[in-house]
């Protein structure tokens, strides 16, 4: 049975509930979670609030980062247990959990020095004055963490919060809590004092709703889909609490006739296979210049043709989706391109190990996919790539800007002008040339624009959005 952390402590919901906890691999339910309620989630913000006003907020800079290093450094010693329970609780083939715990020792690490680089600025004025800034963390934030890469958010979102000086209350999602519930006892072995980090489990609509609606908390970050961002800065707004939204995506990448295709091709088909489909910033659609439209869907369909899915401890190319409604989603996306006569150019297999009662789905390669059905339009989350031929670059840049999304974009070109104007015209949190996602990114701002969300985490930038800025006039006569 799973326990909520709260101030350095196992505890359970005031609500007395529990919900199972699921291997997507099998189906199977093989532990309990609390499904706490909003008592639960005032007394978080509580003990997070008396952690900042009395210790959190006390320590100077250096020495917050010696604690956040000291985190990085636990974690790092517990890769191989975070990757089991990931591997486990979300179906991630093995080299991808532990692609994740690696990443949260790494953000930890990140964090852990940016602390005491966080500075002000002083501001020339008016003879007479000295002018200057203060970059003051919120005080207690809020982070509501989806499911698909809980370690990484958790790492960016927290680490970027606690550096800047906050004291968190997390709500991770249901299907993905056991990773984070372990880092949180780590880091009150490393130190951390009671109440800097508290994580309560339970469903979105019901505490995920109180953590947002809190007067207690100074802040949110969401990471999640765009319907429920909506939400959530509705229930901030009620309060004027500043919110960062981290949301979906529709990515392209997008291949010019001179692109190194030996380069591109595998890059392209890793960002929408990698994780099952289940990315944010998962490159779901691949605009083809149309004179090697042919011969690329030919190199792509085969190479689709040979990826394999299977059990999550497999560690095959993809794992099995989160859950059975994430399964049934894919299933209704793939039938309405059926109905819309949307040519299938190749699907991967699923292995004969694979128990029926997983959410497998295999990888599946569309052609000639319509710009404004709802397969070029919407986030699949699963592993399905679009393919369009465009003519020439304006109409590779109509096609880019053609969702309501705007998180990244892959350009795949060696005409250097064309990248820069690419990068340019493309409207996107990031923009990659001949090259996506910069293995992780950690040091990287991220974020998006139109209904990607606004504001940015990651990299040194995110520790802005987890401050807010006090100007300080002097006068002295
Ligand atoms: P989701 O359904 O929006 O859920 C995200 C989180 O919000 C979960 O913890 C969920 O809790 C919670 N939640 C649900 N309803 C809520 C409510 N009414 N009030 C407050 N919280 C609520 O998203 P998901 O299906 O977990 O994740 C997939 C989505 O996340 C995709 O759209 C993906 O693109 C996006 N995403 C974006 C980024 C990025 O950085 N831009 C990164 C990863 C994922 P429960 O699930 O427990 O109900
Ligand atoms: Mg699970």
Same mark, same amino acid.
């Given at each position: 049975?799973?326990?909520?952390?709260?101030?350095?402590?196992?505890?359970?919901?005031?609500?007395?509930?529990?919900?199972?906890?699921?291997?997507?691999?099998?189906?199977?339910?093989?532990?309990?979670?609390?499904?706490?309620?909003?008592?639960?989630?005032?007394?978080?913000?509580?003990?997070?609030?008396?952690?900042?006003?009395?210790?959190?907020?006390?320590?100077?800079?250096?020495?917050?980062?010696?604690?956040?290093?000291?985190?990085?450094?636990?974690?790092?010693?517990?890769?191989?247990?975070?990757?089991?329970?990931?591997?486990?609780?979300?179906?991630?083939?093995?080299?991808?959990?532990?692609?994740?715990?690696?990443?949260?020792?790494?953000?930890?690490?990140?964090?852990?020095?940016?602390?005491?680089?966080?500075?002000?600025?002083?501001?020339?004025?008016?003879?007479?004055?000295?002018?200057?800034?203060?970059?003051?963390?919120?005080?207690?934030?809020?982070?509501?963490?989806?499911?698909?890469?809980?370690?990484?958010?958790?790492?960016?979102?927290?680490?970027?919060?606690?550096?800047?000086?906050?004291?968190?209350?997390?709500?991770?999602?249901?299907?993905?809590?056991?990773?984070?519930?372990?880092?949180?006892?780590?880091?009150?072995?490393?130190?951390?004092?009671?109440?800097?980090?508290?994580?309560?489990?339970?469903?979105?609509?019901?505490?995920?709703?109180?953590?947002?609606?809190?007067?207690?908390?100074?802040?949110?970050?969401?990471?999640?889909?765009?319907?429920?961002?909506?939400?959530?800065?509705?229930?901030?707004?009620?309060?004027?609490?500043?919110?960062?939204?981290?949301?979906?995506?529709?990515?392209?990448?997008?291949?010019?006739?001179?692109?190194?295709?030996?380069?591109?091709?595998?890059?392209?088909?890793?960002?929408? #296979?990698?994780?099952?489909?289940?990315?944010?910033?998962?490159?779901?659609?691949?605009?083809?210049?149309?004179?090697?439209?042919?011969?690329?869907?030919?190199?792509?369909?085969?190479?689709?043709?040979?990826?394999? #899915?299977?059990?999550?401890?497999?560690?095959?190319?993809?794992?099995?989706?989160?859950?059975?409604?994430?399964?049934?989603?894919?299933?209704?996306?793939?039938?309405?391109?059926?109905?819309?006569?949307?040519?299938?150019?190749?699907?991967?297999?699923?292995?004969?190990?694979?128990?029926?009662?997983?959410?497998?789905?295999?990888?599946?390669?569309?052609?000639?996919?319509?710009?404004?059905?709802?397969?070029?339009?919407?986030?699949?989350?699963?592993?399905?790539?679009?393919a369009m031929a465009f003519r020439d670059e304006d109409h590779a840049v109509e096609l880019a800007n053609a969702t309501q999304f705007g998180l990244v974009a892959g350009v795949w070109t060696?005409?250097?002008?064309?990248?820069?104007?690419?990068?340019?015209?493309?409207?996107?949190?990031?923009?990659?040339?001949?090259?996506?996602?910069?293995?992780?990114?950690?040091?990287?701002?991220?974020?998006?624009?139109?209904?990607?969300?606004?504001?940015?985490?990651?990299?040194?930038?995110?520790?802005?959005?987890?401050?807010?800025?006090?100007?300080?006039?002097?006068?002295?006569?």
């Amino acid at each position: 049975m799973q326990l909520n952390y709260i101030a350095n402590a196992a505890v359970a919901s005031a609500s007395g509930r529990t919900i199972p906890v699921i291997d997507p691999s099998d189906g199977q339910p093989f532990d309990e979670l609390q499904r706490s309620n909003a008592q639960d989630i005032d007394t978080a913000v509580r003990a997070a609030r008396e952690c900042h006003g009395a210790v959190w907020g006390k320590l100077s800079a250096a020495e917050r980062g010696r604690l956040m290093m000291r985190l990085s450094l636990k974690i790092a010693d517990h890769i191989e247990e975070l990757t089991a329970l990931e591997q486990r609780d979300c179906g991630k083939p093995t080299k991808q959990a532990r692609a994740d715990a690696v990443a949260l020792a790494r953000y930890f690490e990140f964090y852990a020095g940016a602390c005491d680089k966080l500075t002000g600025e002083t501001i020339p004025y008016q003879d007479g004055y000295s002018v200057f800034t203060w970059r003051e963390p919120h005080g207690v934030t809020g982070h509501v963490i989806p499911w698909n890469y809980p370690m990484q958010i958790f790492g960016r979102s927290v680490g970027g919060a606690l550096a800047a000086g906050n004291c968190c209350v997390v709500k991770p999602a249901e299907d993905a809590c056991l990773s984070l519930l372990r880092v949180a006892a780590l880091a009150a072995e490393a130190g951390f004092p009671a109440g800097a980090i508290n994580i309560v489990t339970g469903y979105g609509h019901e505490v995920g709703d109180a953590l947002a609606r809190h007067p207690g908390i100074d802040h949110i970050s969401f990471t999640g889909s765009p319907g429920v961002g909506t939400l959530i800065q509705q229930a901030a707004a009620e309060r004027h609490c500043p919110v960062t939204l981290e949301l979906g995506g529709k990515s392209p990448q997008i291949l010019f006739a001179d692109a190194d295709l030996d380069a591109a091709l595998p890059v392209v088909i890793n960002a929408i #296979v990698q994780n099952a489909g289940q990315t944010c910033s998962a490159g779901s659609r691949v605009l083809i210049e149309q004179s090697i439209y042919e011969p690329v869907l030919e190199r792509l369909g085969q190479a689709f043709a040979n990826l394999r #899915v299977g059990p999550a401890a497999m560690d095959l190319d993809l794992g099995p989706l989160i859950r059975a409604s994430q399964q049934q989603r894919v299933w209704d996306f793939l039938s309405d391109a059926q109905v819309a006569n949307i040519p299938m150019v190749a699907q991967g297999q699923i292995v004969d190990e694979a128990p029926d009662s997983g959410f497998y789905q295999a990888p599946t390669l569309l052609r000639d996919v319509p710009v404004d059905h709802r397969i070029a339009q919407e986030e699949v989350f699963g592993p399905v790539l679009a393919a369009m031929a465009f003519r020439d670059e304006d109409h590779a840049v109509e096609l880019a800007n053609a969702t309501q999304f705007g998180l990244v974009a892959g350009v795949w070109t060696r005409d250097g002008s064309r990248q820069f104007r690419m990068a340019r015209r493309v409207r996107s949190g990031q923009v990659f040339v001949n090259n996506y996602g910069a293995g992780g990114g950690v040091e990287l701002p991220f974020g998006g624009v139109k209904s990607s969300g606004h504001g940015r985490e990651k990299g040194f930038e995110a520790l802005y959005g987890f401050t807010t800025l006090k100007t300080v006039a002097i006068k002295h006569s």
